[in-house]
Structures are given as C-alpha cells and as structure tokens.
C-alpha cells in the first residue's frame, strides 16, 4: 500500500515538474498584467461600465459556449483522447459559469478528476502533453483562474484602488482565463498526433 501511494506521488511529481520546464517564467505573470490592464481601464469612463459583473455574467457564457462548441466538434471528429479531455474541461467551465445549485462544487471536482486523470494518463495525451504551446496555455488558464479565485476570497482588499472591489478584478480575470480556454482550444486544432497515437486509449 506504502508502496503504490509513493510510486503515485513520484508518478505526479514527475507531471508537475515536467509541465513547469515547459512554462514560460512570463505565464506567471499573466493574471498581473490582466489585474493591471483592468484597473486601467476602469479609470476610462467609457470603458468602466462595460466592466462590471452583470457584464461580465453575460460574457462569459458567450465565450465558453464557443469554445465548448469547438471542443465538442474536436472530439466528435478527431479521435485522439486529449480532444474528449478538452472537451470535458470545456464542459465543467460553462456549466460553472450558468450559477446552478452545486455546479460551482462540482466544478472543483470535475477540475481535480481532470488534472488528475491528465497526470495519471500523460502517456496518452502524447504529443499534447509535450507541446510547448498547448501547455502554456493550459498553466495560464488554470494560474490565472487561481488567482481570480483569491479576489474572490478577498485576499486582496486591503491593497485594492480606491474605489474598486474584487468583484472587478476576479470577473473581468475569470474573462482572461475563458479567453486563454478558447485560445487552446483553437490551437490545439493544429496540433498533429502521429498515426500510432490516433487509436490510443487509457
């Protein structure tokens, strides 16, 4: 039993700092220059209005819907198992963002049980999970919905602008990380599985 438990956190060690020698140092720093870029314009009165939660609500749903509606057309139509992986993360990302009861719990867990299955499957995900770009992409969307998820809990407020909430930082950030989504799931159309890895399955 010890034994299996050591060889699995050796198993997703390897996973992390395999992904960590991919990501760029500057992905770390993306949800920064986001926080900047939105409180600069926040100080734009024309701009202002458009930044707000109510807006932000109705467009993350329209960003997420076409990026769930591509994933969804990747998996159908291409057989490689990182298309039904993506599709599935696209799925849990919109059905967060429709607010229903339990979907915003039940996202954490669909996001555990992807990632976790990613390590567990990395083999498989193969020429996906050594892509220098589809991993950067996939670090900057999940760094930067982390740090949304620390406005959310307030951790910034004792530094925030006069006259700005949190609220404006982890929606408009939440926006970047939809964003950066749909951006993988585009690229990830050009990325070319070799024939030997088209049939594979975990």
Same mark, same amino acid.
């Given at each position: 039993?010890?034994?299996?438990?050591? @060889?699995?956190?050796?198993?997703?060690? @390897?996973?992390?700092?395999?992904?960590?020698?991919?990501?760029?140092?500057?992905?770390? &720093?993306?949800?920064?220059?986001?926080?900047?870029?939105?409180? #600069?314009?926040?100080?734009?009165?024309?701009?202002?209005p458009y930044l707000t939660k109510d807006v932000a609500e109705f467009i993350s749903p329209i960003i997420l819907a076409m990026a769930l509606a591509l994933a969804a057309c990747l998996a159908a139509m291409k057989s490689?198992?990182?298309?039904?992986?993506?599709?599935?993360?696209?799925?849990?990302?919109?059905?967060?963002?429709? +607010?229903?009861?339990?979907?915003?719990?039940?996202?954490?867990?669909?996001?555990?049980?992807? &990632?976790?299955?990613?390590?567990?499957?990395? /083999?498989?995900?193969?020429?996906?999970?050594? /892509?220098?770009? &589809?991993?950067?992409?996939?670090?900057?969307? &999940?760094?930067?919905?982390?740090?949304?998820?620390?406005?959310?809990? +307030?951790?910034? /407020?004792?530094?925030?602008?006069?006259?700005?909430?949190?609220?404006?930082?982890?929606?408009?950030?939440?926006?970047?990380?939809?964003?950066?989504?749909?951006?993988?799931?585009?690229?990830?159309?050009?990325?070319?599985?070799?024939?030997?890895? #088209?049939?594979?399955?975990?």
């Open positions: 039993m010890l034994d299996r438990l050591t @060889t699995q956190i050796a198993w997703h060690w @390897t996973t992390a700092t395999h992904v960590l020698r991919l990501t760029p140092v500057w992905v770390w &720093i993306v949800p920064v220059v986001g926080a900047f870029v939105v409180n #600069l314009l926040n100080t734009n009165a024309v701009i202002a490689h198992v990182f298309y039904k992986w993506q599709a599935l993360f696209a799925l849990a990302l919109f059905l967060r963002e429709l +607010h229903f009861a339990g979907t915003n719990t039940g996202f954490y867990i669909a996001m555990v049980l992807l &990632i976790g299955w990613a390590s567990y499957a990395r /083999d498989f995900l193969e020429p996906f999970f050594s /892509d220098r770009k &589809i991993v950067t992409l996939l670090t900057a969307i &999940i760094w930067t919905y982390l740090v949304s998820k620390t406005f959310d809990r +307030h951790m910034w /407020d004792h530094v925030l602008p006069a006259g700005t909430t949190s609220n404006l930082f982890e929606e408009n950030l939440e926006i970047l990380g939809h964003t950066l989504f749909l951006a993988l799931v585009v690229v990830s159309i050009g990325t070319k599985a070799p024939a030997s890895a #088209l049939s594979r399955n975990p």
